[in-house]
């Protein structure tokens, strides 16, 4: 699998090893910046000096083995899980010092626990050789998910979290085993491979929403707006649509989408572009499923997850009607977890999609089934428990 490297120009990290000034590359998808004070750690440091110092902010570069490294980052997860409780929370407001957080409180108190949780965590630091070996004992050989997920070595030293280093893996192991999506049919035909820094269809109830909705009378061209890792071209190809013009903005998902649809038989019916939003010309029907948390997001890849001021879904909605034909239907599919959490409300979407020029011409709905929705101990469990995925039917607003 080839890979897209990260284009931005390198940050360099900085440290004294053994009276020496050491300089290295600096790796983070999260763009974080190399930590300004780093020291060197071993097999001597215990978990709770590590944590400590990791919550100071101060870097951990990694000498010892790597194994033990492992199980230190491990001991430091424990100490970072303390369950958030936002029942028991109370607001900051002096005038309702005693009332529980709301829903929009409690999702902000999560998320910037989640943001201090991943900095701390990226604090014990790993150091790569140019060819991507790692000089530590019982290291294991990384070089080929290191090349999948951030393109060919740079021929430099580098240095990267070990947290991050594990997503990698984690990364490549999910692409070599792949995704089995229901909505898709019968194995073998039915598996997604994910890319690593692209979102994976672990929920896949939004693809059975396109695998049930009825389609409309012309559906001989679809627009997929989105494409991630090509699933709903997939889908859209299997229900007979005979032409398809995908895009997304992210070039590691223009390449994932390929390789999925060429595996599944429906790249000879897809055409891929890297573009914004929509591709040049209409279509008779336009298929979106954009972030749905209208919220900063705090890595690339959460862009699949988190939209900041709803910006692609309200970009859609107002371009959408120039792409479609007269009788064509837009299929925005959208979870309403958001109107839980108090960050948009139902008005507000009906709002955008009448300011749009659109109408409402039907919606299919379904409840997720993914663990999260039934799990009591997660902090936003009150709102995830009322979740339900719905596939809006749009099309043009006829006049009165």
Known sequence: MNQVPLTDAPATLSWTENGTECHALWRSERHAAPPKRVIIADDTLNADSAYRLACEGTGLLWRGDFQNARLLLQAMMRRSNAPIKPGKARAK????ADAPVTPQQAFHLYRQAQSQRARTLSMLLIPLNADRSIPLRRAPDLAQACAEAWGPATQANTVTSLRELLGVVGAHEWHKKGIEVEALGGAPNNKIFPSYGVFSPVRGEYVALVASAPLPVDYALAFDIGVGSGVLSAMLSRRGVKRIVATDNDPRAILCARGNLDRLGALPKVQLIQTDLF????????????????ARANAPIEHAIYDENSQMLRGFLNGVLAHLTPQGQAWLILSDLAEHLGLRSREALLGWIEQAGLQVLGREDIRPTHAKAMDKQDPLHAARSKEVTSLWRLGALTAP
């Open 93 to 96: 407001s002096k005038a309702n």
């Open 279 to 294: 591709p040049e010309g209409q279509a008779p029907l336009i298929v979106c499923n954009p972030p749905w948390l209208p």
